[in-house]
């Protein structure tokens, strides 16, 4: 998915500590013996991103061995078909791994980074699906996923804010919007034409790392929050930039 692929991203470049963190011990152990067989460099912590507590112990221990965390990227949850029938359990599940438990995390790790006087920068992988709302579009069967990334957009264009009253320059927010990605968790839904236009991993990879290496504010673009989807009357693969100012 794209995280194993980011992973692998910032492998290929040379980081000097890269640590992966899942909730499934299987994923874990298998990614990280795939990475360390050509670099001793990668670290795995079993946390789950709706259990704020190890999450937070997880930033905490980073901390205490590394001095500082520069990059972390929050790339949890998927897209599932809910709509009127949906339990209030999943719809509930749901809406916290996408929504709030990133905000959340965000937000703990902006307290530390300003506690700790350090630079930081977090890309939030949202969603197409995030800025329907506003946008016009929308998508059947959205109940959960639509609205999660929706309140993560709200809330880092609310944080972006108050970290310019707060004259921070050490942070910086970066965000992502795909449309949808051809990962293998939703091979099935595309297939079935649930999900249409799917974008490759690698094209949601270079944009990330475009963003992180501001290669598009050295290009004048007004923001850090970049939207890559599929345009079929050109059949080709656009960027856009959004100002959260006005969004």
């Not at 790339?75 to 209030?88: D, E, F």
Request: hydrophobic fraction near 35%; glycine fraction near 6%; charge should be neutral.
């Amino acid at each position: 998915g794209i995280g194993k692929a980011l992973a692998r991203r910032f492998d290929e470049d040379g980081i000097k500590s890269l640590y992966l963190i899942s909730r499934t011990p299987s994923k874990l152990t298998q990614t990280v013996k795939e990475f360390n067989d050509i670099r001793k460099c990668v670290t795995s912590r079993q946390g789950d991103i709706i259990n704020f507590n190890s999450i937070k112990t997880i930033i905490d221990d980073i901390y205490h061995i590394e001095g500082a965390i520069d990059i972390w990227v929050n790339n949890a949850g998927q897209w599932y078909p809910h709509s009127l029938n949906t339990s209030i359990e999943d719809l509930a599940n749901n809406l916290n791994l996408i929504g709030n438990a990133p905000v959340l995390i965000t937000q703990y790790l902006v307290q530390k980074a300003i506690k700790e006087s350090k630079e930081l920068k977090i890309l939030n992988i949202l969603s197409q699906a995030g800025l329907w709302d506003i946008s016009g579009g929308i998508l059947d069967n959205n109940l959960s996923y639509g609205p999660g990334k929706s309140l993560l957009r709200s809330y880092l264009f609310h944080l972006e804010h108050e970290l310019e009253l707060y004259k921070d320059k050490k942070i910086r927010l970066y965000g992502l919007f795909p449309g949808t990605v051809g990962t293998n968790k939703l091979k099935k839904e595309i297939q079935s034409g649930i999900l249409k236009e799917p974008i490759p991993v690698e094209y949601v990879v270079d944009a990330s790392m475009d963003l992180l290496e501001d290669n598009l504010l050295a290009q004048n673009q007004p923001t850090r929050y970049l939207a890559i989807k599929y345009n079929s009357e050109r059949k080709c693969i656009e960027k856009l930039h959004y100002d959260h100012k006005k969004l």
